[in-house]
């Protein structure tokens, strides 16, 4: 068993972001300046603590005021967001943190270098070269070396910056650059980006060093109105629709329960209808008020006597027709 996967399976545990759990397990990278440690999130694609081959990786040189206190004058807490965030979607990865404070310089080092920079409206490489300091005087060996004892190959590594490169390549390591690009928060760090992409060859889209910090508050701003009206105009239209949606739902129900319960009053109705249309299609005039039932009469005979009107007990069913019948004989001997 390597020194690294010991390591792991000594620290591994669950760790929480953004509501999300990670495994995680740490390997300490010891080194005079360019130590620290790798946070390897797994697991491996086997299952196994660790990670696998063509994985993401960022290499981060610690900035307290970045990192920490989420300062705007850098872009190192949003590249180290980003990078996690990448990592996370992934659920695995490694992140390389060396305590290389202010490129490899020291903290002390660094604030002498902003205090210069602020003095003499120098960006912090000029400063670096005015107080006689390296303007980078990170190595990236150790790091390398450490992924290697991880059993990695190959490796996706987030960064900008070129020099973060080579080393790897040096060490067997096949890499494929992943662009970390992150929108300047403020003046100071729009200047950053620009002295970076200017000294230290950063590959930093233009668009993005020369981004003016107004371009990059409206485009805030932009967002977030976009996100607060998204809410109101969303859901007068799906109110509407749920509206319209129930009320359909209910008249539809109605109409049915309606059919089903008046269904036998239809039936019963249209019984009474052809019962009644031989009446209703006979000729009135042919109807003899003294023989209403003709074809009684035929089977009978006539058992009224002369000038007397036949005394007719009508059906139930027949009552109607019996009525109207008459008022037709009236209206006849009127005319
Ligand atoms: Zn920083």
Redesign the pocket.
């Known amino acids: 068993m390597t020194e690294a996967a010991s390591s792991l399976d000594e620290t591994g545990h669950r760790l929480t972001r953004r509501g999300h759990e990670l495994q995680v397990g740490i390997v300490p990278i010891s080194h005079r300046v360019d130590g620290g440690h790798a946070l390897v999130f797994g697991p491996a694609t086997d299952g196994s603590p660790g990670v696998s081959d063509g994985c993401l990786v960022r290499i981060h040189s610690r ?1 307290l ?2 990192d920490a206190l989420r ?1 705007d004058d ?1 872009d ?1 807490g949003p590249e180290l967001d980003m990078a996690m965030d990448m990592i996370q979607r992934e659920g695995a990865g490694v992140l390389i943190y060396l305590e290389q404070e202010g490129r490899g310089a020291g903290l002390i080092n660094k604030a002498r270098g902003l205090q210069t920079s602020e003095r003499f409206d120098i960006d912090t490489f000029a400063s670096y070269a005015r107080l006689e300091l390296s303007a980078d005087s990170r190595s990236y060996e150790s790091a390398a070396r450490c992924l290697r004892d991880l059993g990695l190959t190959s490796v996706r590594l987030l960064t900008n910056n070129p020099e973060k490169v080579e080393p790897l390549e040096r060490a067997g390591l096949t890499v494929t650059r992943v662009p970390l690009h992150t929108w300047p928060r403020s003046e100071r760090a729009r200047k950053y980006l620009q002295a970076k992409r200017r000294h230290r060859g950063h590959q930093i889209p233009r668009v993005l060093a020369v981004a003016t910090v107004e371009h990059v508050e409206w485009e805030r701003r932009a967002r977030a109105r976009v996100a607060s009206l998204a809410i109101p105009v969303m859901t007068l239209p799906c109110a509407l629709l749920g509206y319209f949606g129930v009320a359909a739902i209910s008249a539809a129900t109605g109409l049915v329960v309606l059919g089903l319960c008046m269904w036998p009053d239809l039936l019963g109705l249209h019984r009474s209808a052809r019962r009644m249309r031989p009446a209703m299609r006979r000729p009135v005039d042919a109807v003899d008020p003294r023989h209403p039932h003709p074809e009684r009469v035929e089977a009978f005979g006539d058992f009224s006597a002369p000038g007397e009107q036949r005394r007719v007990t009508p059906r139930r069913s027949g009552r109607r027709r019996n009525r109207t019948m008459a008022h037709a004989g009236a209206d006849h001997a009127d005319s």
């Open positions: 900035c005021y970045g300062s850098c190192c």
